[in-house]
Each structure stands twice: as structure tokens, then as C-alpha cells.
Nanobody, 121 residues
Framework: VQLQASGGGSVQAGGSLRLSCTAS????????MSWYRQAPGKGHELVAS???????NYADSVKGRFAISRDNTKNTVDLQMNSLRPEDTAVYYC????????????????WGQGILVTVSS
């Protein structure tokens, strides 16, 4: 699975940004799609994830401000980020889990390139 992420950039506190990630390739079936982030000097953090059925969950720090969505027909996952705070500044990564279309016991996990999101106060 190849992942291409886009979006991000710089915004003032209170602003909004949208991240998008598209999966391409063949021979796989996508299960969970997620966004992670890594802030300067901190570890990887799961921001939000969404299952193939549309069930989502969020880190407590972004609940009510971020929304994850996916389009199974286009193999895309988006992260709408509203009411951004300086502490949301990080490099964001999309993550996709999938299974081999011929053998569901074979699981893949792929990462997109990091996207820098900078929120200034």
C-alpha cells in the first residue's frame, strides 16, 4: 500500500486545517485508517482512528475539535482539525492497516510521509 498525504501548514490558534491521505495499490483490503502525530521532543501519539465500518475514536486532547472521516470508494482518510491550539503543533502521519486480499491472515501496516502542522499563538 502506498500512501500519499497532503494538507497541513501554518495557522494561528483557533484556526482550521484539513489533512488528507490516499492509499493506492492493489491486492489489499483496508481495515483501520488513523492519524498519528509527533510533537517536538515527544513520542508518537494516536490522534484519531476510524474502522472500515466507520467507527471512530479520538485522543482526549482532540475530542470535540478534530473529526476523522474516510471514503472507502476512494481509499482516503481525512482529518478535519478545528479550534487548533499551539500544542497541536506536530508532524502528522497517516497510518493504514490492511489485509492481503487473498489471505486475510496477512496484515500490513503502512505509514504516509509526515506533514508538518504549526499552530502559532
Amino acid at each position: 500500500v502506498q500512501l500519499q498525504a497532503s494538507g497541513g501548514g501554518s495557522v494561528q490558534a483557533g484556526g482550521s486545517l484539513r489533512l488528507s491521505c490516499t492509499a493506492s495499490g492493489s491486492g489489499f483490503e483496508i481495515t483501520d485508517m488513523s492519524w498519528y502525530r509527533q510533537a517536538p521532543g515527544k513520542g508518537h501519539e494516536l490522534v484519531a482512528s476510524i474502522s472500515s465500518s466507520g467507527s471512530s475514536n479520538y485522543a482526549d486532547s482532540v475530542k470535540g475539535r478534530f473529526a476523522i472521516s474516510r471514503d472507502n470508494t476512494k481509499n482516503t482518510v481525512d482529518l478535519q482539525m478545528n479550534s487548533l491550539r499551539p500544542e497541536d503543533t506536530a508532524v502528522y502521519y497517516c497510518n493504514v492497516k490492511s489485509t492481503d486480499a487473498r489471505d486475510y491472515s496477512v496484515v500490513y501496516e503502512d505509514w504516509g510521509q509526515g506533514i508538518l502542522v504549526t499552530v502559532s499563538s
